[in-house]
Nanobody
Framework: QVQLVESGGGLVQAGGSLRLSCAAS????????MGWFRQAPGKEREFVAA????????DYADSVKGRFTISRDNAKNTVYLQMNSLKPEDTAVYYC?????????????????WGQGTQVTVSS
């Protein structure tokens, strides 16, 4: 069992930066592939980024590639999402998720554990 708690969201102007954190409780954090997803009002939840168990493999949605960076610190049981050059279209609730798998993937339905989400609002 893994509990996930996101933090770091807020209101930022376009072009600004935010760093989201997702703290995991429970054992064996390093056994989980971690992902970030987001959901804007009236839209489906979508993949943002994912990181392998060791942190050696990263995957990004095309819409955030080059602007967002996912990382993890297994000693601190935490995964991060550094978001730079933010755009109004990045406004959404951001969720972290965990899946006990060796293969990094984007499939929402396969992620077993989810946080409660943190709101990111980018003003123009």
């Amino acid at each position: 069992q893994v509990q996930l708690v996101e933090s770091g969201g807020g209101l930022v102007q376009a072009g600004g930066s935010l760093r989201l954190s997702c703290a995991a409780s429970g054992r064996s954090f390093s056994s989980y592939c971690m992902g970030w997803f987001r959901q804007a009002p009236g839209k489906e939840r979508e993949f943002v980024a994912a990181i392998s168990r060791s942190g050696g493999y990263l995957d990004y949605a095309d819409s955030v590639k080059g602007r967002f960076t996912i990382s993890r610190d297994n000693a601190k049981n935490t995964v991060y999402l550094q978001m730079n050059s933010l755009k109004p279209e990045d406004t959404a609730v951001y969720y972290c998720a965990a899946d006990i798998t060796r293969v990094v993937h984007r499939t929402i339905g396969q992620y077993e554990y989810w946080g409660q989400g943190t709101q990111v609002t980018v003003s123009s």
